[in-house]
Nanobody, 123 residues
Framework: QVQLVESGGGLVQTGDSLRVSCTAS????????MAWFRQAPGKEREFEAS????????HYPDSVNGRFTISKDNPKNTVYLQMNSLKPEDTAVYYC????????????????WGQGTQVTVSS
């Protein structure tokens, strides 16, 4: 079983940067594909980034446009999402997700989820 706990959300202003974190339980973190999704009010949850177990490969949707960076610290069992040049439309609950084996953008294939952390960007 894998448990995920996100942290680092908060209220920021347009143009600011913010880093959210997700710490996983267990000894198999280096085998986990990790991903970040977000869900804005009234919208479906969307894929934002993923990273392979070793951290050697990352994937982002085109909409990120270089503003977000996912990274993984295996000794600390932690994955990060660095978000730069934040916009009001980035306001959402950000969720960390994990799975074994291959990386994917499909949220339905991630069995492990955190509780989410709220990010609010004011204009």
């Amino acid at each position: 079983q894998v448990q995920l706990v996100e942290s680092g959300g908060g209220l920021v202003q347009t143009g600011d940067s913010l880093r959210v974190s997700c710490t996983a339980s267990g000894r198999t973190f280096s085998n986990l594909v990790m991903a970040w999704f977000r869900q804005a009010p009234g919208k479906e949850r969307e894929f934002e980034a993923s990273i392979t177990g070793t951290g050697g490969s990352t994937h982002y949707p085109d909409s990120v446009n270089g503003r977000f960076t996912i990274s993984k610290d295996n000794p600390k069992n932690t994955v990060y999402l660095q978000m730069n040049s934040l916009k009001p439309e980035d306001t959402a609950v950000y969720y960390c997700a994990a799975k074994f084996s291959f990386s994917t953008t499909s949220q339905n294939l991630y069995p492990y989820w955190g509780q989410g952390t709220q990010v609010t960007v004011s204009s």
